[in-house]
Structures are given as structure tokens and as C-alpha cells.
């Protein structure tokens, strides 16, 4: 093997191990979230009730904002930006 061929071996063998260890986090948050959605409900939730008391223009007439704010959440709605 020459020169050219270890080192191009070493950095191919360094960004493998990166990307093992990448790959590690990504799961690893893929099964946290995944072990608790209601978390991630509530926190949409939560935030949907803040947006919409501050912003009382965007809830529907015929609901209330925490009715509003769990059909948000139950969907996973992203906020609007402007808030």
C-alpha cells in the first residue's frame, strides 16, 4: 500500500466512525421521541394555547382556544412564524 492509499484508508476510516456516531445520536432521539409522543403533544399544545391567547384573532368563532389549541396538537401544526 502506498503513502496516498493509508491515508486515503485512515480519513475513509475516521469518517465512518463519524457517521457511526451520528447515526447513534439520530436513533437515539428517534427512540426518545418515540417513547413519549404525548410529550411532544402536550408541548404543541401548550404552545398552541399561548399563541392563541395572545393571538385571540385566530381562533375559530365556534371554538375555544384550548378546543382550537388540541385539534392543533393532535395534528402537530407548526405555529406561525409571525407570532
Given at each position: 500500500?502506498?503513502?496516498?492509499?493509508?491515508?486515503?484508508?485512515?480519513?475513509?476510516?475516521?469518517?465512518?466512525?463519524?457517521?457511526?456516531?451520528i447515526e447513534k445520536i439520530l436513533l437515539s432521539e428517534?427512540?426518545?421521541?418515540?417513547?413519549?409522543?404525548?410529550?411532544?403533544?402536550?408541548?404543541?399544545?401548550?404552545?398552541?394555547?399561548?399563541?392563541?391567547?395572545?393571538?385571540?384573532?385566530?381562533?375559530?368563532?365556534?371554538?375555544?382556544?384550548?378546543?382550537?389549541?388540541?385539534?392543533?396538537?393532535?395534528?402537530?401544526?407548526?405555529?406561525?412564524?409571525?407570532?
Open positions: 500500500m502506498t503513502q496516498l492509499d493509508e491515508t486515503i484508508a485512515s480519513r475513509l476510516s475516521h469518517i465512518e466512525e463519524r457517521l457511526t456516531r428517534r427512540e426518545d421521541q418515540e417513547q413519549n409522543p404525548v410529550a411532544t403533544q402536550e408541548q404543541c399544545y401548550e404552545a398552541w394555547v399561548s399563541y392563541l391567547t395572545i393571538t385571540p384573532e385566530a381562533v375559530e368563532a365556534h371554538l375555544t382556544a384550548h378546543e382550537m389549541a388540541a385539534l392543533k396538537a393532535s395534528i402537530n401544526a407548526p405555529i406561525p412564524v409571525d407570532s
